[in-house]
Each structure stands twice: as C-alpha cells, then as structure tokens.
C-alpha cells in the first residue's frame, strides 16, 4: 500500500480558535490582537494588571471599524492563560522566564506561540543576546514542559499591525517547532491575516537565528526609515 504523504500547503481550520495573548498591553501584543480580533478571532489580552488588559483591549476595540471583528477582551495572565485556545507570548524578554515559570500549570497542553526576541541595543545599535537554552522559543520549551511551543510572528512590525490604514500586512510568517500538527495550526494562523503567510522553518533549534535576525531587520528599517518584513520565494 502507498503511503500518503500530506501536502505542505494543507493546513488545519483555525477560525474558531480563541487567542490569548500575554504581554498584550504591548505594541507588538496590542498589534497581534487587532489583526486576530479583525480577522473573527476571540482574544483576550493578558497583563499582569486586569485594569490595563482591559484598557489594551478597549483601545484596540476603538481602533476596529464599526462592525468590524470581534471585539476583545483583557485580564490577568493566569486567567488568560487558562481560557484561551492559543497563547502567543509577546512579553519583554527580561521577564520572559519568570512569566513562563508561573503559567506551567495553566499552559500545560496547550499550543504556546513563542515571539519574544532576546535583542539588545547599544551605541553601534542593535545586536542578538546570548540565550542559556540557545534562544527564547527554546528557554519557553524548557520552562513548559508540558506545552507545545512553537516560534513565530518574530519579524511582523507593531507600527504596520496598528495602522488601521494598513489592510494587508503584507510579509512570510516563519514558524518553527517539533511537532508538525502544532506548526501546522500556527502557520494556518498567520494566514489569517491578510497578506500575511506562514511558512515551516525548521525545528524548534533552529529558533536561535530566527530570533536573531530581527536585529538585521531593525538595522535595515532604520537605514531605510522603513517597516520591512521578509518573503521566502519559490515556495
């Protein structure tokens, strides 16, 4: 009997998911949340505050147009963390571990997006931090054991997320991880932002150059007073 292999380009049905979103009072969380609320998506904003979550989430309520998406929500981290179907982390990299280490309980099981990049900024500019585990999508794995996580939505600008003038954001998502159903259902994520593709780069080892690579694009979008993103070709 032949076996059947499953096409790259056959991804899962992810328009029901709920989206949970920790460091949301943050531009890079505040921008992922705009664009999954724009494209149908239940999200709730995590803080560690539940005041400010649910001021994030006003604000980018007010940002949709009238009828537009599902309006979001905020509350503490743990509640997020707990309810949503997916859970994206985009909080500072200097709090990343310990986040992770007081959610263990309530992300076990679940899909955890990882897009944190550990960068730091000196008078040369800005250069990949050196990371224990080898990068931040791996320190997360090692902190939540009993998740699936997965690196991605590193290189999306905040700036083009938050400008309602901006309809497609236009750019390859890369998604890394271990286990094919997990990037799968990311990969189906990002493409539901229009313009936006999400494309398998490897396992999650390979997340060390991923993370690194936002500081060449912070270099090119300074030289060029830009937002760029980055497209994979011939796939």
């Known amino acids: 009997m032949t076996q059947q292999h499953k096409s790259p380009y056959d991804l899962p049905d992810v328009s029901g998911l709920s989206i949970g979103i920790l460091g949301g009072t943050g531009d890079q969380g505040k921008g992922l949340a705009r664009r ?3 494209a149908g998506h239940q999200v709730i904003i995590g803080s560690r505050n539940a005041g400010r979550a649910q001021q994030a ?3 980018i309520k007010d940002s949709l147009g009238s009828g537009d ?3 979001p929500r905020g509350a503490e981290n743990d509640a997020v963390a707990a309810e949503a179907d997916v ?3 985009a909080v500072p990299w200097d709090g990343h ?6 959610l263990r309980t309530e992300l076990t099981g679940k899909i955890v997006i990882d897009c944190v990049n550990p960068i730091g900024f000196d008078k040369q500019g800005s250069f990949a931090l050196p990371v224990e585990e080898g990068s931040a ?3 997360a ?3 939540l054991t009993e998740s699936r996580v997965v690196a991605a939505f590193h290189h999306v600008s905040a700036v083009l997320l938050l400008d309602p003038s901006i309809e497609e954001v236009n750019l390859d998502v890369l998604v890394l991880g271990d286990e094919r159903e997990a990037t799968d259902l990311v990969q189906a994520l990002a493409g539901r932002i229009p313009g936006m593709r999400g494309v398998y780069a490897g396992r999650l080892r390979n997340a060390h150059q991923v993370e690194a690579l936002t500081a060449n694009l912070i270099s090119i979008n300074r030289r060029y007073k830009a937002h760029a993103g980055f497209r994979v070709t011939d796939i």
Not at 97 to 102: I, P, Q, R, V, Y
């Open 36 to 38: 999954f609320a724009l």
């Open 57 to 59: 989430a006003d604000e």
């Open 69 to 71: 998406g599902a309006a």
């Open 87 to 89: 859970v994206i982390v």
């Open 97 to 102: 571990k310990a986040t992770l280490e007081s």
């Open 137 to 139: 999508a791996q320190q």
């Open 141 to 143: 794995a090692a902190v």
